[in-house]
């Protein structure tokens, strides 16, 4: 056994990745040990790289190579509205949507009184800062539709009650989605956020 506890140690790293369990981790472990020379040894200097360049941006908390991330360098995103994102994977699946052209806040999570996370854990105050620093006049909470997620887009919108427009992604029927598959709590917010035609 101890001739693999390299091997081993590799798999056990693998599988703590979001996505990977214990069979997937060994499977893409085998394959790069198979495909060592253009996969294996490439990823490992990438992943090494990745490791001493990344940063997050201290703006808005974004992870880049910079000290001020891309979107928040680029003045013709300064147009006064901040999406403010639970997380890096929602800003990016934001942007892979291309819809918005204007800046991002990171809040590192939700709060969550069961998890001991509270407004201090998060980047809330550097979002009121923000808003009192910049010329900002809009305020998108694209938070997702968690009691979580809620309860930190209300904190949110009383911390900057009166200083800033709010507003809120809208939540309902997906495109192409059907009414019988959908929960009710999705079919109780299309029905309440409806509109006219």
Not at 105 to 123: F, I, N, Y
Not at 129 to 147: F, G, K, M, Q
């Amino acid at each position: 056994m101890s001739a693999t506890r390299d091997i081993d140690a590799l798999i056990e790293m693998m599988a703590r990745i979001p996505g990977l369990g214990p069979r997937s981790a060994r499977r893409a472990v085998l394959h790069l040990i198979s495909k060592r020379d253009m996969q294996l040894a490439p990823l490992a200097e990438q992943m090494r790289r990745v490791a001493q360049t990344a940063r997050e941006c201290l703006n808005c908390g974004n992870i880049g190579t910079d000290e001020i991330c891309a979107i928040c360098a680029d003045a013709r995103r300064a147009n006064g509205q901040i999406c403010v994102v639970e997380d890096v994977a929602d800003l990016w699946a934001m942007e892979r949507g291309a819809a918005f052209k204007g800046r991002y806040h990171v809040l590192g999570g939700t709060l969550s009184a069961l998890d001991q996370v509270g407004p201090e854990d998060l980047r809330i105050p550097q979002l009121v800062d923000r808003v009192a620093a910049e010329e900002v006049s809009e305020v998108i909470l694209a938070l997702n539709a968690t009691v979580d997620g809620q309860t930190t887009a209300h904190y949110i919108a009383d911390q900057l009650e009166g200083r800033v427009a709010l507003t809120s992604l809208a939540q309902g029927v997906p495109i192409g989605g059907e009414l019988d598959y959908l929960d009710d709590g999705t079919i109780s917010a299309a029905l309440s956020a409806r509109k006219q035609l």
